[in-house]
């Protein structure tokens, strides 16, 4: 059973969405926490939140994909508990956009802060974390990290990194005081797509917005309730939703022809058709 008691949780992406209720559910449990996020209003906002249930919670404005300032958000967190137990590399945005429209500086944006943020974090909190007695790193990956969609290449690309990263993480800390977790979300209602970059050629905003949140079963504190216990149950892939657990089905069982069975292609066939008849 897993102890939170005491113990120091770092959440990044706290101001919103899944790293928030993450946040507020491991300090209902007695946990201390240290939050980052580029959103600091939001952050000052679910302190205030947190320590009313009566534990200490650090709070700081960070760019995940600035390789100093996690080292030092790191070095702050660790002088002001001595000690660090748990690791949510939670932080992420989204880019929905084609291969031929999006821009390099996009694609490098976008990457920096899903992927290389996650890099970051792991590799400033790892000194910390194996001083911990039982220790957790958990990284954000995504449904999208098991299959592809069109218009997302780089969210796609990036989430299938973090996989790959904390897939090869987790061997290399075997045995040790560390236990890694990859986690998958399916649709979650969070405003990751609200936020999104979002090219006018590939789809328009609204309509998206409007289809993923019709499609978004899971709320984000399901889905910090469900990693959670994954994490209680020593799960090293922890699947996110009835669309998670289903589409990795599919994607095990068909890992040619995914895209044909669920529509993806056809889809983008009947766009380009579309378009070529206007």
């Known amino acids: 059973m897993m102890q939170y008691l005491g113990t120091v949780a770092v959440v990044t992406g706290a101001a919103s969405g899944i790293g928030k209720a993450l946040a507020l559910k491991l300090a209902d449990k007695g946990c201390h926490l240290a939050l980052a996020d580029k959103d600091l209003h939001g952050l000052e906002t ?46 992420g945005v989204s880019l929905i956009d084609s291969v031929e429209n999006q821009s390099l500086e996009d694609f490098h944006w976008l990457m920096n802060i899903n992927f290389w943020g996650v890099v970051h974090g792991t590799n400033a909190f790892l000194p910390y974390l194996k001083t911990s007695s039982s220790a957790h790193i958990v990284n954000i990956s995504s449904l999208f990290g098991l299959l592809s969609l069109p218009l997302q290449s780089a969210y796609n690309a990036s989430k299938y990194a973090v996989r790959g990263f904390t ?10 005081n560390i236990a890694v977790h990859c986690v998958h979300p399916g649709g979650i209602k969070t405003n990751i797509t609200n936020n999104a970059k ?3 050629n590939a789809i328009q905003k609204s309509q998206l917005i409007a289809d993923f949140n019709k499609q978004a079963k899971t709320t984000s504190e399901q889905a910090a309730d469900i990693i959670l216990t994954g994490m209680g149950k020593k799960q090293r892939r922890i699947l996110v939703g009835g669309d998670a657990k289903l589409l990795d089905c599919i994607a095990r069982w068909f890992p040619s022809s995914y895209e044909k069975l669920l529509g993806f292609e056809k889809g983008v066939i009947n766009k380009r058709k579309a378009l070529l008849n206007k």
């Not at 897939?167 to 040790?176: C, I, N, P, Q, R």
Request: aromatic fraction near 8%; include cysteine.
């Open 198 to 200: 979002v090219s006018t």
């Open 167 to 176: 897939e090869a993480l987790k061997m290399e800390m075997a045995g040790s």
């Open 46 to 91: 679910l302190q205030q939140q947190i320590e009313v249930l009566g534990v200490e919670c650090f709070i700081a404005s960070l760019d995940v994909s600035d390789n100093q300032a996690f080292i030092t958000f790191a070095q702050q967190v660790n002088d002001k508990f001595t000690r660090v137990d748990m690791l949510f590399n939670n932080a």
